[in-house]
DNA sequence: CCATTAAACACCC
DNA sequence: GGGTGTTTAATGG
């Protein structure tokens, strides 16, 4: 039998490996898939948390928005990620929003799933905790990068941040995303971002595309900036 | 003083 | 129609 998008998902998980074959049966049974159109909330603060949400394909943006208006967007989820686990974990509710930044595909698997395969399987919970500290470092990177360096070290970084093995297996070299959703990611304007994007192409660590970035150097993209290595660039004023 | 940004604009996909 | 590249005036550190 030919098998869903959703099943392929799920089947090719990093966790899945991990699973007894009856019980990853009984995941793909209990999951269903949705379809988010570009701009709608897969979730939003303040509801509970009752789904585990995976990216079949399309791209996830976890943000924020404040009463007057202005937002921040933490991370972006590619397909491949998982995302939600924080909330689920603690029974609660969401502390952000997840928005479908273009049409998306979301594997969703219900709480009383994830949390059977929390407190009886090992090696999932030995995927969560791997990929709990993925998301750990990746925030303590950016709270690094935003107190040491400049616009375009942060964007680097943010960039990278989309690409990072651990938490998007499945990542390719492109994505699409338009500047201003670049710049919502690293703090920035959208005219600033698009120059720190020249700024990195000129380096040769990426390609500038309509609607969207080809990374040429993920590794210089992630060091963008950094000292300590050999030959690693200052930090402060660029340009 | 200098970098950044919002707003506005004209192309281009 | 949305994304992109630029200019301009305003803003804030």
Not at 13 to 30: F, H, I, N, Y
Not at 57 to 68: E, I
Not at 105 to 127: D, K, N, W, Y
């Amino acid at each position: 039998m030919p098998s869903s998008p959703l099943e392929t998902m799920l089947r090719d998980s990093v966790w899945a490996s991990t699973l007894p074959a009856d019980e990853l049966d009984q995941v793909v049974r209990e999951s269903y898939e949705r379809r988010v159109p570009a701009g709608a909330s897969l979730m939003r603060t303040g509801e509970p948390a009752d789904h585990w949400f995976g990216v079949i394909d399309g791209l996830l943006k976890m943000s924020v928005s404040t009463p007057d208006g202005r937002q921040s967007t933490f991370t972006g989820v590619t397909a491949g990620g998982w995302a939600g686990e924080g909330s689920l974990l603690k029974l609660s509710r969401w502390r952000y929003d997840g928005v479908a930044v273009r049409e998306s595909r979301i594997a969703c698997m219900p709480r009383h799933t994830f949390e059977r395969l929390v407190s009886t399987q090992i090696g999932f919970a030995r995927f969560l905790l791997n990929h709990l500290n993925a998301r750990l470092s990746l925030f303590i990177g950016l709270v690094e990068y935003d107190r040491l360096f400049g616009p375009d070290a942060r964007l680097a970084r943010c960039l990278a941040t989309l690409f990072n093995p651990d938490l998007y297996p499945r990542a390719g070299q492109f994505v699409a995303l338009s500047q201003e959703e670049i710049g919502l990611l690293a703090g920035l304007s959208r005219q600033r971002a698009n120059e720190s994007l020249h700024v990195l192409q000129r380096a040769g660590l990426l390609r500038v595309e309509f609607g969207g970035v080809t990374v040429l150097d993920l590794a210089g993209l992630r060091s963008f900036s950094a000292p300590g290595v050999p030959a690693g660039r200052l930090a402060a004023g660029q340009r």
